[in-house]
């Protein structure tokens, strides 16, 4: 298959979610990826369930990146990292700011090592600024963004997200960036540096419906109802759905399929604005309605009238859901025979783009700690000598 970013190189120093996703996602795409991590490993290989030092985590923000194991910190280390920054076209680092600089490599040094080098660095908060020697992690900025505020019910407690979100989010933004650059570079030659703060990225992922009441700045309108402030789901009488109807028609449709198009006429809800400034007396009427049906039937009634309506699964459930078979949107990858030390096939979700009706499978399977050390380290022109001197420095870690 012709990954649209087959033939670019990749060193990926970043940890845990933010970097190595987005790299992950590059890899998918083609490109090839030399995750550089500590002796100790990435954290990443400790979340979830594991096997060895594979965990399912770090398998899906891992996949298809050859690893090799070196301690940053040791100047035995710097030739190393300069032979893999020549014959790289990307650099990802998602250290605090400073300690790209304390490891030799500042940004000039790398972009004389490298001048056509895309440098993408990502930090929590930016490389300057108030909060620059802050710890950061997805949670803090769930909380700074104003994300875990904006998931509150009316007049309760902040509501974190269960999910790395932000970090996430981080890592598309990170990706896209780094395609942007390397298209640019297509044009000028140039490598340049691309810095992605997950603040920034959180909060324009925030801005178009959780911040709307923050958007105008003179004379502002009064304030609207909060987004998806009664959007919550569903219970019937053996499940949950979720819905979201804000076209009109599909209003008109849901109050069929519920047996009171009555509502549809009422002045609180006959436009979208009133439903929204009406929320909670909607949701009032519509609660027992929902719940003295079972779902199926919901679903069936909602569809047959033309109303957006989805069944709440359980996580187990989605593996099965038809329409995430069809798509083969979760697929098996295999990291070895179970009777040889391998740990079986694993399952991850594909990356969603297709290419000219494709779909791209994840590149290959997650590297366990340091496993492409020594093949690495001779494509760099390292001969067994001085990779054995590393080994025996504790430098380099080798399988």
């Known amino acids: 298959m012709n990954r649209p970013l087959t033939g670019i ?9 933010s970097g190595p996703i987005a790299t992950a996602l590059l890899a998918d795409q083609g490109a090839e990826v030399i995750k550089v991590e500590s002796p100790e490993g990435d954290t990443c290989r400790m979340i979830g369930p594991a096997k060895g ?20 910190k040791s100047p035995a280390a710097t030739p190393v990292l300069d032979a893999l920054v020549r014959r790289a076209d990307v650099l990802v680092d998602n250290f ?7 490891l030799g490599l500042q940004d000039e040094r790398l972009a004389a090592l490298n001048p056509r080098l895309i440098r993408l660095s990502i930090t929590g908060y930016g490389a300057d600024g108030p909060e620059v020697d802050a710890k950061v992690y997805d949670a803090v900025i769930q909380a700074v963004s104003g994300m875990a505020a904006s998931h509150a019910l009316p007049g309760g407690p902040p509501v974190m997200v269960s999910s790395a979100l932000c970090d996430k989010l981080t890592s598309l933004a990170a990706a896209q960036a780094v395609t942007a650059a390397l298209f640019a570079r297509e044009r000028d030659g140039r490598g340049r540096r691309v810095e992605v703060a997950m603040l920034d990225a959180v909060l324009a992922f925030q801005w178009p419906d959780a911040m709307y009441n923050h958007a105008f700045v003179d004379e502002p309108p009064p304030p609207f109802p909060e987004f998806g402030i009664t959007q919550r789901p569903w219970r019937t009488a053996d499940g949950w759905v979720a819905t979201m109807n804000p076209q009109q028609a599909e209003f008109e449709a849901q109050c069929r399929a519920l047996q009171r198009p009555d509502l549809a006429a009422d002045p609180r809800f006959a436009t ?10 909607l949701r009032a009427l519509l609660e027992p309605l929902m719940a003295e049906r079972p779902t199926d039937e919901l679903v069936a009634s909602f569809r047959r009238e033309g109303a957006p309506i989805g069944r709440v699964n359980a996580r187990g459930e989605v593996l099965d859901h038809p329409q995430v078979r069809h798509n083969q949107a979760l697929v098996e990858v295999d990291h070895g025979d179970p009777a040889q030390g391998g740990v079986g096939r694993v399952r991850l979700a594909r990356a969603a783009a297709r290419f000219d009706g494709a779909a791209l499978p ?38």
Do not use: Q
């Open 9 to 17: 190189r990749i060193v990926d120093l970043s940890t845990v979610f």
């Open 272 to 281: 979208l604005r009133s439903r929204n400034r009406h929320g909670a007396e």
């Open 362 to 399: 994840p590149a290959g399977a997650a590297a366990h700690l340091g496993e492409h050390g020594r093949a690495v380290m001779a494509e760099l022109g390292f001969d067994d000598a001085h990779v054995a001197r590393l080994v025996a420095d504790g430098v380099l870690r080798l399988p």
């Open 96 to 102: 605090r700011p400073g300690v790209m600089a304390r």
């Open 53 to 72: 030092d594979l965990s399912a985590t770090f398998i899906a923000a891992n996949r298809g990146k050859r690893s090799i194991a070196i301690d940053l």
